[in-house]
């Protein structure tokens, strides 16, 4: 069947079934976006001619296997078979893609690795993981990759995801080994580790660290399998059954999420953002070719706040900074301070995306009202 081009509605719509069946398991903190409407033709439609060009279309006659658990994963999800293209392109990398065309069709594309890896089973719950995405209109977000926006959403994508490519392959234990073989890129004949020891492990909620040597994956991918393994407990009893009610399981992930993945990576952007305060409050204090007494004390005391976030005895950055500076000429130590005030902001630009300006704010604003705060104190 041809790939549904029109973009246009039907009355019997069952896309819109599947769309809102794939809303009901939505994880809670994955927010809803607005739907890109009769999406022209851009990226999705240059993306669809590229697989067509170079890559092999999943078809009954050329690839069986794959076109028959294909369409088994389609009718399971209740998704129309004019709305998804797949093709398997030539690459080692362990890479599966979706990507929308329109609102009612979507091209999925899978690299030769990741077919090689995965057994068909777990090629389901890929490909209904992929599938997932365009149900649940995930391409149609705005947020800048790279920003920490982006790193607190896209995360929280990947757990809707993970749910509708459990109810399309419907077992949690081919879920998990997708996850793990993806994750490290290794298969059955290298990964040895008992699935079945691994999931009990991560079922007993007592299991508090996720990032035990125990656990044999990066903790986010630890995180994406328990949530994976609460949402089986879920569906599995029919929803809602055994006391486990979709929002309660929805905090438990986000706990999860909290302090495996988005607590460490407010700490690296915290890390960052003290970086550039460091620099750019050295950089006040001696901009002028003098470090006069006030400026000096709010040089002190924001190093000792970033001491303080850190971790770090008292005046460790301060005296750390002095000792290096002491004995340079003023030209020396402004040109080095502007030097490290460089590689801090463009670091801070890599963290931030399109938060940059927001966080620079940030950071300057405060070193700035110490600066003034100080030197009130001083003139007073
Ligand atoms: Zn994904």
Redesign the pocket.
Known sequence: MPLDLSGRSTMTDSLKDAQDAAQRVRYARDRAQERAEAQGPGGGERFRFDMAKNGLRISPSVTPDLAARLSAVLSRLRVPSSSIEAYVYQSSEIQ?M?CMVNVRAAVLSFSSGLIQLLSLEEFEFVAG??I??FLLG?EARATNVGSLDYFLQYPA??IS??RIGLLACGSVEAGVRALMKTGCGLGDDHLRFDVSAYISQLRDLKTPDLRSAAMPTHPSMAVRCRALLWFDMYSGSGGGGRGTSLSKLDGLVAKDLEAFCEQPMRQRLQQHKDDYLLWYAAYLAVEDGRLEKYEQSALKTLLAEVDTRAGEPQDYTYNKLMGHVTGMSVADVLGFVMERLQDARKLLIQETGDRYAAEKHDVESLVERRFGECRKAAFK
């Open positions: 599966a979706c993981h992929e997932g995405h995930h994508q990947e995801a993970d």
